[in-house]
């Protein structure tokens, strides 16, 4: 067992690019869970799925930020026009769903130029 | 308004020593409170936890203490070593509402050799 893997490890954009954030979660695992983490504000709730519908968005920026799980291995988080206020390391979780244990995966630390 | 606070943003003791943690929350609806563990470079993981129908759960040397009416609860690190240097989140959860875990700022613990 892997344990939770996201890609890449670390994303460099320039500011109005797009980036895209990659997240395999424990297989059987049902909920995979986005958090974003940085110095000032810690770790944040972003958004979560359960058996791959979206179950909560409230901490996810409305505009430029978007995810999606399209299957159980994987789930997405697509920044749009990324900002340098976008910078942190994105955090995926998952799940397996009888309890509330969180398994995190590395993160992937964005760094917006 | 922070909903979980640790009060400490750092603490240092000595190898041996028993290593106290701290954490506050606001909500009378949280009711599971796990203590993650999260080392440089890494994702956080899974220390221990407890229900709030409990007030001690111990597992080798961590040992949550938990106070319901005065809505704290504290890690005790015994016999501490320097492989317990990391970053401690204390979390919280209500099984009434959305399935998402809210964090405190964490707490930096160094253990000197």
């Known amino acids: 067992n892997a344990g939770v893997i996201q890609t890449p490890r670390h994303k460099v954009t320039g500011k109005g690019q797009e980036a895209t954030l990659w997240c395999e979660p424990i297989?059987?695992?049902?909920?995979v869970f986005w958090y974003r983490q940085t110095i000032v504000q810690g770790l944040e709730f972003l958004t979560y799925?359960?058996?791959?519908?979206?179950?909560?968005d409230s901490g996810m920026p409305k505009e430029r930020f978007s995810a999606q799980m399209p299957n159980q291995s994987h789930s997405t988080l697509k920044i749009q026009s990324t900002q340098p206020q976008d910078s942190a390391v994105y955090l995926c979780?998952?799940?397996?769903?009888?309890?509330?244990?969180?398994?995190f995966g590395h993160g992937t630390k964005l760094s917006v130029l | 308004q922070q909903q979980v606070r640790q009060s400490s943003q750092s603490l240092t003791v000595w190898e041996g020593e028993t290593a106290i943690l701290n954490c506050s929350y606001e909500n009378s609806a949280f009711d599971y409170f796990p203590w993650y563990q999260q080392f440089p470079g890494e994702g956080p993981a899974l220390l221990i936890a407890i229900r709030s129908v409990s007030d001690k759960k111990e597992d080798g040397r961590f040992t949550i203490f938990f106070n319901k009416r005065e809505k704290n609860l504290s890690l005790h690190i015994k016999d501490s070593q320097p492989g317990d240097s990391a970053t401690y989140f204390c979390?919280?959860?209500?099984?009434?509402?959305?399935?998402?875990?809210?964090f405190g700022s964490g707490t930096q613990l160094t253990v000197m050799p």
């Open positions: 297989s059987g695992h049902s909920a």
């Open positions: 979390a919280a959860h209500a099984s009434s509402g959305s399935w998402q875990l809210i």
């Open positions: 799925f359960r058996n791959q519908a979206p179950i909560d």
């Open positions: 979780a998952s799940s397996p769903g009888q309890d509330e244990r969180l398994f």
